[in-house]
């Protein structure tokens, strides 16, 4: 029987040999890509991150998903650096930490990254000193209250966005990559936004966007650049988030919790120099990528052009 399909299909004119292997090459091909997707998402294990080293320093860790991140570390028996502006909140989530994981070493570091950066960059050089430090998670950042224009940024705002999102990853990763480099193991984990590699444009969030394109090329490059160390550089790219920076409260399959996030998170700590961890993020991405760019680009100007909106008649009720 296979002889004879075998002997049909030599007897097939070229014209029709050619598409029909090109099909068979692309279904196995799209066959492969889905097996692998499973594979990563959902069978692949999560690296012990303990081989790269006993402490994590995590930047923004007072909420949202930085916040969720150092339970999980603390989770994975990680003792903790936390870097952020507000001594209060630095407090309350090192108690609740503590209070949930007994044996986690925590120090906290205030710093305003947006403020005397130089100042608290030595500040945190001083809380490391000594430390076994493994896992670096920069996840402080600033977005803007609700879309605008550019014309409409503020300079205040243009110049924290761009210092804290830019800016403090480069001096952060400065202090902490040399102890990593001299024990040859290390992991650095930046924040990226699916504003960069979901979407084709971000419009009336563009400096966001653009500061965030700077975090995903920074890190493909620092990938390269410290592999040589045994230095693992990573880009997560998360999509819609439920934090108080997305401004949105309710949770569903395509925008999860913050504790959804950072669970998937850290699965992928030490693999891929970017990667998409949610799983309905990395779905929601290959259906953006399949539509036509304009199509894209009007829905989101029209989806920010509304929050704009209401944004405005916020800031309008507020000085009533």
Known sequence: MELCIWEQIKAQPFWVLVPLILGFLLVLKSAIASLIWVYVYFVRPAKDLKKYGSWALVTGPTDGIG??????????????????????????????IKARYGGTQIRNVVIDLAGNLSEGVERIGKAIEGLDVGVLVNCAGVA??????????????????????VEAINRIIKVVLPGMIQRKRGAIVNIGSGSVTATPSYPLVSVYAATKAYVHHFSRCLHVDCKLHGIDVQCQVPLLVATKMSK?????????????????????????????????HSIQTAVIHALPEALVDWLIFRYFLDMRKKGQIRDSMKKQ
């Open 67 to 96: 916040k969720s991140l150092a339970f999980e570390l603390a989770r994975k028996h990680l003792n903790l650096v936390l870097v952020g502006r507000n001594p209060k909140k630095l407090k309350d989530v090192s108690d609740a």
């Open 144 to 165: 803007y209250p609700y879309a605008r224009f550019f014309h409409e940024v503020d300079k205040e705002l243009l110049e924290d966005m761009i210092q804290v999102n």
């Open 248 to 280: 949105i409260r309710r949770t569903n399959l395509f925008t999860p919790s913050p504790e959804e996030y950072s669970k998937a998170s850290l699965r992928w700590i030490g693999y891929d120099h970017t990667c998409v961890p949610y799983w309905p």
